[in-house]
């Protein structure tokens, strides 16, 4: 029988090993029993921090908006939308398994205060660069549809190996080339 002990930081290496679930299998494989059994805690101690599966999904979800609001965050005063783009494809690269579930409101409590405020965070700091968009004339809420569309989808079909060959193999200057259309083209009056 193998040893059970006290975990110091239980919640992170739950966390930890969920995210490297997600990595190596994607959501379904997620599972609370494995994951304490891969931390080396009794099977019940999960479920005391997040109740359950969608609890600890929740929870996984949340800590994607942080990274990525931390990722946005990080970009220098002068970025503007492209750079804040690239900043969203590649954390949506670098951080896959997160990114996986942050948008998948099925498997979360989407009422879920913490994954809420995260997810504040994270919208309201895309929004500093949305809004330079705007300046172009483009209506609001259209332009930050769009910019939103653009970088996330751009990631989407990325991790799914959708987009031309043609593009190569590096995100960030193939995230470039992509946003920059928009970004030029929003910056254009428009025509009629």
């Known amino acids: 029988m193998a040893r059970r002990y006290h ?3 239980l919640r992170r290496a739950v966390l930890a090993a969920a995210v490297e679930v997600l990595r190596e299998s994607g959501p379904p494989a997620v ?13 019940a101690a999960p479920a005391h921090h997040f109740g359950d599966r969608t609890g600890l999904l929740t929870a996984v979800a949340a800590q994607g908006f942080e990274l990525l609001a931390d990722a946005l965050e990080e970009l220098p005063p002068s970025a503007d939308l492209l750079e804040a783009g690239v900043a969203y494809v590649s954390f949506a690269v670098e951080r896959r398994a997160h ?3 942050m948008f998948r409101p099925e498997l979360l409590r989407t009422d879920d205060p913490d994954l809420r405020a995260a997810r504040r965070r994270s919208d309201q700091a895309l929004d500093w660069a949305i809004a330079g968009f705007r300046d172009g004339g483009a209506d609001p809420v259209a332009a930050g549809a769009a910019a939103r569309s653009l970088v996330h989808g751009f990631a989407t079909l990325w991790l799914q190996h959708a987009l031309p060959a043609e593009l190569g193999e590096d995100v960030e200057a193939a995230t470039r080339a992509v946003a920059e259309l928009l970004v030029r083209g929003a910056n254009q009056p428009p025509s009629g």
């Not at 599972?31 to 099977?43: I, K, T, W």
């Open 7 to 9: 975990h110091g930081d």
């Open 31 to 43: 599972n609370l029993r494995d994951l304490a059994r891969r931390v080396g805690v009794s099977h």
């Open 99 to 101: 990114f996986e579930v």
